[in-house]
C-alpha cells in the first residue's frame, strides 16, 4: 500500500487509506483472526507486536491511515478529508430556534436545498463518505467530519501502540483497551461507532431511508460508502445510492466475488456565460471481472461560480 501510495503521488494523485476493525482488533492485542501461520511469517509474538506498534507497520498506520474520509467530488470543496463544516462556517449542528417560533435543523435544511438549482452553495453537500462500518445516526462524535472521529481515533492508537504490549488472546484473557481512553476514544471502538457499526447493512429499508438523509447533512455528503458487513455475490445499494455497501469478500478466506466501486463525476457549462449554469452529472458503478452495474446516474442544474484557483471546474 505504501508503494502505491508513493506511485499515486507520483501522478498527482492520492491514496486515502482507512484501518478497519480488524486493524484495530490486532493492535488491541484480540488475535482471534490471525493463523498460525502468518505469525511464523514474524518470528514470535514479540517480533510482531514491535511490528504493529512502533514498527514499519504501525509507523505507516499512525502516519497513513484514518478511520473515515470526506471525498469531495469537486475541487472547490477542498482536498480530501477537508472537514464539513468548514472552521469558519456559521453552519448550526443542531436544532436552533427561529424568530417565528419553529426549529430547524440548519444542516439538514441545507442537504435538502443544496440541489436547488438557485442555491447559494449547491456544491455543499457534492462529496462521499468512506469507513469500515458505517456512521451511526445516534454516534455522538460525527462533527466535525471527518476531522473529530479521526482525531480520537489517532489518540486511540497512539495509547495502544505505546503501552506495554499485553499477551495476545487468545490463549490469554482478552486485553481490552488501556485504562487511560476517554469516553469518546472508547465509544470509536464501541458497537455503534464507526468500525462495528452495521444498521446500514441490517436494518429494513424504510427504516434505513428514514435516517440516512439526518446523517448525510451532518457530514456535508451525498452519499456514504462502507463495509464490514459483505454480500458475496454483489455491491449493495440503499436509498437511491446513498448507502451503498462493498463489501463483497474478495480474500480468499471469503472467496466472495470480486468487485470495485467507480465514481465518475462530471460539471459541464450549458448557456451563455453570464448565466454561470452549469449540468453536473454523478455516475457511479459497480464493477465485476464480468459485468459492469448501474448503481446511480443523477444529473442535475446548479448556477454558481465554481472556478478553481488554477481555472478548473
Known sequence: MDKLRGQAQAEGSTVLSH???HEWMNMIGDWRYVYPSEL?????VAHRQRMLSTGRIGRSWAANYTTTSRLPLHPSLGPPNTPYPPPASPHRLHWEKEKDGFEIDFDLWMFHNHRHPESKNPLSHAAISFVHGGLSPTYQDLTPFPTKI??????LLR???????PPPHPPNPYPGLPASVTEHERQVYGSDGPLWYRGWALQDEETVCKQVDDVLAKTGTRRMVMGHTPDFTNIVSRCNGKIIIIDTGISHAYG????ALSIHYTVHPIGDDADQRWVERELISALYPDKRTLIVDEEREIVGDFQVADGSH
Do not use: A, I, P
Open 19 to 21: 484501518l478497519g476493525n
Open 40 to 44: 511464523k511469517t514474524f518470528g514470535t
Open 150 to 155: 479521526n482525531e480520537l481515533s489517532t489518540s
Open 159 to 165: 495509547k495502544l501502540q505505546h503501552r506495554e504490549q
Open 256 to 259: 466472495g466475488v470480486l468487485s
